[in-house]
C-alpha cells in the first residue's frame, strides 16, 4: 500500500514531526553511550550505562530519519552520519550496517503509521468511511516523508533484511485485521473466503497505487492527498465498473474498404 528507486531529494529545513520521532532534546554526550566500562555494581551503574545506550540510540534514529528525509532515502551512511553530527563508526557501533540501521528506523516509523492507521479507523461508523479513513492517515503519514517511506519500504525489500522485511510484514497484517473485524461485522457468517482474501488484496492495490502517486511529480493533473484517498477507496468499493460502463465518446474511424 514501489516508489521510484532514484534518489528522492526533499531539502525541507524543518522536518514535520508527524511521524513523532523528529523534534526532541539534544542526545545526552556521547561519551556516556561510547564508554567502555559498563560491569555491574551496586549502585546499579551498569542499569544506568544500559539507560543511557538505549537513550542514545533512540537519539540516533530520529537523526537519522531527519537525514534521510532531507538526503534521500538512498543516503549512505556517511552522510547520514555527518548530518547527525558522528561518525559512522557510531552507527555501525549500534546499528551493525546499514541494514540495522534501517530495521531500527522501520519499526519506530511503521509503529507510528500503524497506531495513525488504527486511531483513523476507530473514528469510522461504516466499514466504506473506515477504508477512506485508514486510505487517508496511509497516504497522509507517508507523504509526510517519501523519502523515510522509502528507506524503511523498497530499500528493505530490495536488500532483502528480514528483520527489516518481518516489521513490514507484522505491519501490513496488522493493518490488514484492521480491515477485516468490521468486515466480519457487516457481512455475517458464510464470507470467510472474503474476508480471507480481500483485505490482503486491497492492501496490495492501496500500497501500489499510493507508492505510484508518491513519486508522481506535482502538476495539475496529479490528485491531491483527499482526492487520492477517495479515488482509491472508490477502488476497493465499486473497482472501475462505472468507468468501465461509460461509453467511450471517441468516434471509430470509418473503414473506407469497400472490400476491394
Not at 2 to 21: E, K, N, Y
Not at 103 to 126: C, H, K, N, P, Y
Request: aromatic content about 6%.
Amino acid at each position: 500500500m514501489g516508489v521510484s528507486s532514484g534518489r528522492m531529494r526533499l531539502p525541507i529545513p524543518s522536518v514535520p514531526d508527524t511521524l513523532g520521532i523528529v523534534n526532541i532534546p539534544e542526545a545526552r554526550t556521547e561519551a556516556h553511550a561510547d564508554g567502555h566500562s559498563h560491569a555491574a555494581s551496586p549502585d546499579g551503574r551498569s542499569s544506568r550505562w544500559e539507560s543511557h545506550r538505549e537513550e542514545r540510540r533512540r537519539q540516533l534514529i530520529k537523526q537519522a530519519r531527519r537525514a534521510v528525509h532531507a538526503l534521500g532515502s538512498d543516503a549512505p551512511m556517511e552522510d547520514i552520519a555527518a548530518a547527525a553530527g558522528t561518525s559512522k563508526s557510531v552507527f555501525y557501533r549500534y546499528f551493525g550496517d546499514k541494514a540495522g540501521l534501517q530495521q531500527a528506523v522501520g519499526e519506530v516509523v511503521l509503529d507510528q503509521m500503524q497506531r495513525r492507521i488504527r486511531e483513523a479507523a476507530q473514528s469510522a461508523v461504516t466499514p466504506r468511511e473506515g477504508l477512506f479513513a485508514m486510505v487517508s492517515a496511509y497516504l497522509q503519514m507517508a507523504s509526510t516523508s517519501p523519502n523515510v517511506y522509502t528507506f524503511v519500504t523498497r530499500h528493505a525489500e530490495a536488500s532483502g533484511a528480514a528483520a527489516v522485511s518481518g516489521a513490514l510484514g507484522h505491519f501490513f497484517d496488522a493493518v490488514a485485521e484492521m480491515i477485516a473485524t468490521p468486515m466480519r461485522s457487516h457481512l455475517g457468517g458464510g464470507k470467510e473466503a472474503v474476508i480471507g482474501f480481500w483485505p490482503k488484496a486491497a492492501i496490495g492495490l492501496v500500497r501500489n497505487a499510493g507508492e505510484q502517486w508518491l513519486s508522481t511529480p506535482e502538476s495539475a493533473a496529479k490528485p491531491g492527498q483527499d482526492a487520492m484517498a477517495r479515488q482509491i477507496t472508490d477502488w476497493l468499493c465499486v473497482g472501475i465498473a462505472p468507468e468501465l460502463s461509460t461509453p467511450s465518446t471517441t468516434k471509430q474511424p470509418v473503414s473506407t474498404n469497400e472490400g476491394h
